[in-house]
Each structure stands twice: as C-alpha cells, then as structure tokens.
C-alpha cells in the first residue's frame, strides 16, 4: 500500500510537472553585457511549430510560463538588429546565459550592419529608430524630435499633435526642463517611443509620452562629452555643456553643468479693438531686447546591489534669470478719431532658482516580482520685478512698479509592482504628492490691489493595468483612481467657496493587431487637466492702462474622453484621434468690469469643447535622399459670442511638413526643412497662415567622436507669430517678429561615452508640471 501510494503521488507530481513548466534564460553580448529588446520564439520539434513570442527586459532576460511538455525538447530562435541569429535547442527549466555575436562586417574602416526601419509601430506607441539611422547625426535629441511623425518643435517647446506637451523620459527618468533635450547628443539616441494613449501607470493629467532610450556603451573609467554652441541673430547667444560620468565594477557616478545664454531682440505690432459704449482702438508698435541666463548642475550615483537590484540618488540644481526692455509707441482713437498717443516703457527683470532630488530602488523580488520605488523633492522660487513708465499726451503720466513671485515645495512618491499573470503581464502600484505654494503680487502705487495667496494640494492615487499579448495582438486595460483635496487662502484666511475635493475614476484601453504586413492600434482613455497654480491666483497684473492680466481661483479642471488610431506600413505611417473635452479651460478676453476700456485677459472653463484630426507620415529612402513628409488635418468644434452674435471657430487647420536630408560626398550630411500652415482657429483664436525654412550642413570626424554643424534656422525670416484673438466686446490682432532667423556653429566631443544605469522614474509628473 506504501508503495503504490508513493508511486501515485510522483505520478500526480509529475503530471503537474508536465502541465505548467517555465523557460527561462539571459542574453548577453560578446562584451556580457545584457541585450534588451531581443525576440525570443518558441516552436516546437521537429516541425517548427510557433508555441509563444516574448522579447527580453532591460537586463536581457526572458521567461516562457505554462509550456506545454508533450514533448521533451522545444527550439528557442532568438533575433536582435545587429546582432547573429541563435537557434538553441531546450527542455523546460532554465537555460542559463545565451551569448550573441554581432552581425557587423568590418571592411577596413567601413561598418556594414542590417538597416532597420526608421519607424515602427509596436502596440500602441510608435518608435523611432535612430541607432545607425541619419537620424544619429542631427546634433540634439531636439533636432531629432522635430523629425517624428505626430510632434512639432519650436524654440525651446515640444508638442504632441493634439495631445499637448507630452511628458519626456530619457531611460526612465523624467526631465523638467526642455533644454536637457539640447545636452543630450543625437549620436548616444538608440530610439525615441511616442505614446499617445498612456495606460494607468502614468498621472491622469498625462495626455502623451516620450520616452528616449540611448544607445548602451561599454567600458568603465572615465567618460563624458563637451559641446559648444554659438548663435547669432541681431544678437549674440552661445551655450555650453559639460558631462562627465565614472564607472567602476557596480558603482556609476556621474555629474554634468550647462550654461545657456540666450540674447534677442524681438518686435511686435498689435492692435486692440474694444467695441464697448464708444469704438475705442489701441494702435501699438513695440520693440524688446531681451537676455535670459540659465544655469545647471547636476550630480549622482547608482548603486548595482546585485543582477537584479539597484538604487541611486541624483540632486539638480536650476538657476535663471532674465532682463528685458519694451519700448512701445500706442495710438489711441475713439469713435475713428485721434485721442491719445502715449509712450511706454518696461523695465523688467526677474531670477529664479530649483533644487530637486530624486532617490529610487529598482529590484526584483523572488523571481518575477519586478519592484520600482522612487521619492521625489522639489523646491522652487522665483521673482519678477517690473518698472513701467506711460508719458501721455492728453492723460496723466504713470508709473507703476510690481513684484510677483512664488515659493514652491513638493514632496512625492511613487511605488509600482509588476508580475506576470497567465500569458501576461499585470502592473498595480499607487503615487502620492503634497504640494504647498506661497504666491505674491504687489504694486507700489496701489493702481492694482496687493495679493498674498497660499494653495496646498494633496494627490493620491492607485492604479491597475494589465498587458496581455496574444500571438501578434497585444491588449492593454488599465483603471486610475485619483483623490485631490485642494485648500486656497487669500492673505492667509482660507477661501471656504474655493477649496475642493475631487474623487475620479480613469479608464485606459489600448488593442494593437496586425493586418497582412501592417500593424494598427485602437485605443480610449480619459484624462483630467488641472489649472496650473498660476491660473489659480487671485491678483490682476498691469501690461499697460489699456490691458491687463489676471488669475482664476475658480477654474475646475478639465476631463476629456480621448480616441485614437494609428497605422503603420513600411515607410507610411498613420494617426487619428478625437477628444471631447467637459470643462474646458481656454483664454478669453473681456472688458473690465470697472471701465470698460480696459480689456482684461484671464483663463476661463466653457461647457465643452471637441477636437479632431489626423496625420499621415511617409519616410522613403531614395538613393542619398532620405524625404520626411508630414501631413497634418485638424479641427475644432467651438462656438462663442462677438459683439453680441453667436460665432462658430471651426476653421480647420492645414500643416505640411518637408524634412529632407542628403548624403554627400565626404561624409557630409545636408539637411533642408519647410513647413507651412493655413490660417485656422484654436480656441477663440484665429492663427494666421505662416510658412518658413531651416537648412543645415554637418560632419563627424575622427571616428564620430567629434561632430560639428551649421545650422540656418527660418532662412527667409517669415516665421512669424500672427494671430488674431477674440472677446465677446473685444478684438486683439498680433503680429509678432520672434527674431526667428538664426545662424547657429555647434561641436561636440565624445570620450568614453557610457550610458548612465541610473533607474530613477520620479513621481507626480503633472504635478511638476503645474508648477
């Protein structure tokens, strides 16, 4: 009976054995290093029959859960761009370390490699790849980004098509300030992924996200790179970057500094229309040298505990200040005749400066519980000094002197789990922020009413997604819950009517599948965009006696219900998307309630407000000519009231993009961009039609470690920033001369460039932003 029960038992231990078995194993290079992103298949023996598909992590390891062992054996096929093919011969278990040999061919000091594709579409997010594409030799990672389907860049801003200012992440962790995109060195990009549907792992407040990968260096020691860039409009502008990185066994430290300096002298023509009790028009011409300075410093370490944890700390240090001067020449008429003529002069000059710490752990727990912890510090203040002089002809001078400013501290946390599920993969975590700001405006002479406001927001949030491929589609579910408490005071008494709690729920859905040799995505999510703080304060600021600003401590964030679609075939590429928006939050432009000649910008929530539109993106390769072309349709449905009629802004906007770049002889590259967009409304705005050029020529030399560029931006000087707002009593039409056309020389050096294997995400990305 002993005997019998014993061999009863192995056979129920086996046959569990045979029902739920795992493959597992880590690819490495010739260099051990880890290779990330590699396809792993798994068939069957001898007739190659397809079982599962996965792709290794950022450590180069794969698992295969719930393998079928009808048969002993199996066949593992494992392929990566640059890489040799491995076929490998398995049974259930772990199959330990698997080495990869690259593909490249070495023909004297020519490097063949297997080409990608410049763009793909992999689930819901579109990646561009710039790894040994020409895309590596643009210079910047914002020179890169101009060059990605569904994303316009301008002077220092990035904006999704539709989707806003996305949320920017070089390897995982995110960055506060756009101008870390010019530190960063085109050549170190492997690729950039564009998500235009984010699940619940990411703030509700986060429409898009880009997420930047660069390129994995070995070699330890010393490394780094210095660049150097000069630019001249009317004015001079040169700024300058330094980054070094020591790496040592598990240990990787690592420091940079940047200098920007930034001079121009702009000019703008407007005329403002207030159709109140008399027709009165504000006719002005201004000119504004401006100088900003902007500091960084930045330090860090990362800590490798073992294979599978790491932690690390990074502080950066921010420092800016800026100085201007407007000098303007208004003409005023009332009922078409001359009334007034005064001239006006703004002093202004303000200084500012940020501390933020970031630590996080980053580990695995038991063997596939995947662990990412992060608190964030931030602390901020800045002031804005203002001096404006009026000399008028027919009314009395004025002289008005203000200083605004904030104080800003923000404390938060993020902590997410990830383990696989059955076929997939589940992600459930929670983030918690506290925000406290000190805001103030004062005025010397009393024209405009002091104002010492104080705003405390706590954020909490948990969330839920799971990630399920199956065969070659792939389905993302995702639920956010979010708690705000939100408390306002005014001269330290707590406004009771302004102070809020919000409890919501967001949904996320995204469904990938291919078609033939094409692959498409669907997808839903609902968003929240909160007020930034400075909306939300109460003081009126003074521009001039005909024009002032002023914040919205009412204003209710905005929800919208985002759809969207996007197609990916060879070189073709294709979005859509539409958005209805509750509570929208758009500028608008009313008399003063006091006198009404003074016309009063401010933020605003109407009831709704609905959004569509589509690109299509076609990057062929013709011989030495690689073409990037961009079309791009986009239309509003809005309606407000002018002069007491109902007027619909629903003029759609037209953008077409030509991005061109040319392989000469000598190795040198020549780029040459034009863009062009028709006049159409956004918001109560209508945009004027504009059209400009940018070209540029570049070379790397000794062996790619040093690359120089001259780059001519807006060739002709036509990129002008002309619109024409409207108010219910109010018109406001703006031509403005940004001193666009500029001529730039960069270098850069490269020594020992490592990628840092720093891990740190942070947390409350939109809370940051509202700040």
């Not at 330990?96 to 020519?110: D, F, K, P, Q, Y």
């Not at 009412?554 to 539409?578: N, R």
Request: glycine letters at 8%; aromatic letters at 12%.
């Amino acid at each position: 009976m002993k005997k019998l029960l014993l061999l009863t038992l192995c056979l129920m231990v086996k046959s569990l054995s045979m029902q739920a078995q795992t493959i597992s194993g880590k690819l490495i290079d010739e260099h051990k290093q880890p290779v990330a992103f590699a396809n792993v298949v798994l068939q069957t023996l001898p007739d190659s029959v397809f079982l599962q598909g996965t792709i290794t992590d950022e450590q180069g390891k794969f698992v295969f859960d719930k393998v079928n062992q009808n048969q002993s054996e199996k066949l593992i096929q494992i392929s990566c761009l640059g890489y040799e093919s491995l076929h490998q011969h398995v049974v259930t278990g772990d199959v330990g370390v698997l080495s990869l040999r690259s593909s490249a061919i070495m023909l004297g000091e020519t490097v063949i490699t297997g080409r990608r594709p410049t763009y793909s579409l992999k689930g819901a997010s579109l990646t561009t790849n710039v790894e040994n594409t020409l895309l590596s030799s643009l210079g910047t990672a914002h020179d890169v980004l101009k060059r990605i389907p569904g994303l316009k860049t301008g002077d220092g801003t990035v904006e999704v098509f539709g989707k806003g200012t996305p949320i920017i992440y070089i390897n995982g962790r995110k960055i506060r300030d756009l101008s870390e995109l010019e530190e960063l060195n085109s050549r170190d990009i492997a690729k950039i992924e564009l998500i235009t549907n984010p699940g619940a792992e990411y703030d509700a407040e986060v429409k898009s996200v880009l997420r930047i990968k660069t390129v994995r260096r070995t070699g330890e020691g010393w490394g780094g790179n210095v660049r150097s860039m000069l630019q001249k409009g009317r004015l001079w502008s040169n700024n300058q970057q330094l980054a070094l990185n020591y790496r040592k066994n598990n240990l990787d430290i690592f420091g940079s500094f940047y200098y920007n300096k930034q001079k121009r002298k702009t000019g703008q023509e407007d005329l403002q229309t207030v159709y109140m009790d008399k027709l009165l028009e504000i006719d002005g011409d201004s000119e504004s040298p401006y100088s900003t300075e902007n500091i960084q410093g930045e330090g860090g370490a990362n800590y490798q505990l073992n294979e599978n944890n790491s932690l690390g700390v990074r502080y950066t240090y921010n420092y800016y200040s800026n100085d201007s001067h407007v000098y303007s020449l208004f003409r005023v008429r009332e009922n078409n005749l001359d009334f007034d003529k005064f001239d006006f002069t703004n002093a202004m000059d303000g200084s500012g400066e940020t501390h933020k710490v970031n630590a996080y752990y980053n580990g695995v727990w038991g063997r596939q519980l995947n662990v990412d912890f992060n608190v964030d510090w931030l602390y901020s203040d800045n002031d804005t000094r203002q001096n404006i002089m009026e000399n008028s002809m027919n009314e009395e001078d004025r002289t008005v002197h203000s200083v605004s400013g904030s104080r800003n501290n923000l404390y938060a946390c993020k902590l997410v789990f990830s383990h696989p599920v059955f076929a997939g993969i589940l992600q459930f975590g929670t983030e918690i922020s506290l925000t406290n700001r000190h805001s103030h405006y004062v005025n010397e002479e009393q024209i405009m009413n002091d104002a010492f406001d104080k705003i405390t927001s706590c954020n909490q949030a948990g969330f839920v997604s799971y990630d399920l491929p199956v065969g070659k589609t792939s389905l993302n579910a995702g639920l956010r819950y979010e708690h705000v408490s939100f408390n306002y005071y005014e001269d330290g008494v707590k406004q009771e009517g302004q102070c809020k709690e919000y409890n919501n729920l967001f949904p996320s859905l995204s469904f990938s599948f291919p078609v033939g040799k094409a692959q498409f995505a669907l997808g839903y999510s609902a968003r929240i965009q909160r007020p930034g703080y400075f909306m939300l304060r109460s003081d009126v600021q003074y521009a001039n006696r005909y024009t002032y600003e002023r914040g919205n401590p009412l204003l209710q964030p905005e929800i919208s219900h985002d759809l969207s679609f996007q197609g990916g075939y060879k070189f073709v590429q294709l979005s859509a998307f539409y958005s209805y928006t509750k509570d929208a939050i758009v500028s608008v432009a009313r008399p003063d309630d006091s006198d009404n000649r003074i016309t009063v910008f401010g933020m605003e929530n109407i009831s709704s407000w609905q959004n569509f539109g589509a690109t299509l993106s076609l990057s062929p390769k013709i011989g030495i000519w690689e073409p990037i072309w961009n079309l791009q349709f986009m239309r509003q449905i809005l309606m407000g009231t002018h002069r007491g009629n109902l007027k619909h802004f629903n003029r759609p906007a037209l953008a077409a993009d030509w991005n061109n770049q040319f392989s000469l002889p000598g190795q040198f590259i020549l780029s040459i961009d034009a863009s062009c967009t028709n006049s159409y409304h956004s918001g109560y705005n209508r945009m004027k039609a504009v059209a400009w050029m940018d070209c540029g020529l570049r070379k790397s030399f000794f062996k790619n470690t040093l690359d120089v560029s001259v780059q001519v931006n807006d060739v002709f000087a036509s990129k002008k920033e002309k619109y024409l707002v409207y108010g219910p009593m109010v018109t406001f039409n703006k031509r403005g001369d940004s001193d666009s056309r500029q001529v730039r020389l960069r270098l850069a050096y490269r020594f020992n460039s490592v990628r840092s294997k720093y891990k740190g995400t942070g947390a409350a990305a939109g809370e940051m932003g509202r700040l």
